[in-house]
């Protein structure tokens, strides 16, 4: 019974390690999306959507990085918790959160505009990052 919790103890980690480097990776996508997307050609639905939907795929790896035992569909509830929370925070208006909003990081992390579109892009963002964690696991069962 004990030679079993090293055997988990390796799982989680992978699996933690393996959804930190696709956040990572969906954090630098994200950005670069709004950077280069207009001067690539890509229209503009593209360009906004396409961030929103990165992001709300950001927040879903994070939920299962930091709660790594929790069933996907579990993380995925979470995330739209989150997703929908940081939506309808922006119907909320104080000196200090508009003058974070304005920030680089305030607009990459809360957004400046609701936009019940938004919500719609999170939650292809979630279904998106429940097929990728899926898929990494998948992979990553078949090479250990």
Not at 58 to 87: C, D, S
Not at 124 to 136: C, K, P, S
Request: glycine share 10%; with cysteine.
């Amino acid at each position: 019974m004990h030679g079993a919790q090293p055997d988990k103890r390796v799982a989680l980690l992978r699996t933690s390690l393996i959804r930190a480097g696709l956040a990572f990776a969906v954090i630098v996508c994200g950005p670069s999306l709004r950077w280069y997307g207009f001067p690539l050609g890509l229209p503009a639905f593209a360009v906004k959507y396409g961030g929103s939907l990165l992001w709300a795929t950001m927040v879903f790896l994070l939920v299962g990085l930091l709660l790594p035992r929790l069933t996907r569909m579990l993380m995925a509830a979470i995330a739209v918790v989150i997703a929908v929370v940081v939506e309808f925070s922006r119907l909320v208006h104080t000196p200090w959160l508009d003058a974070f909003r304005l920030t680089t990081a305030g607009a990459l992390l809360l957004g400046r505009i609701f936009s019940l579109w938004n919500l719609a892009a999170y939650v292809i963002g979630i279904v998106f990052g429940v097929w990728l964690d899926r898929l990494a696991e998948t992979r990553s069962l078949g090479k250990g």
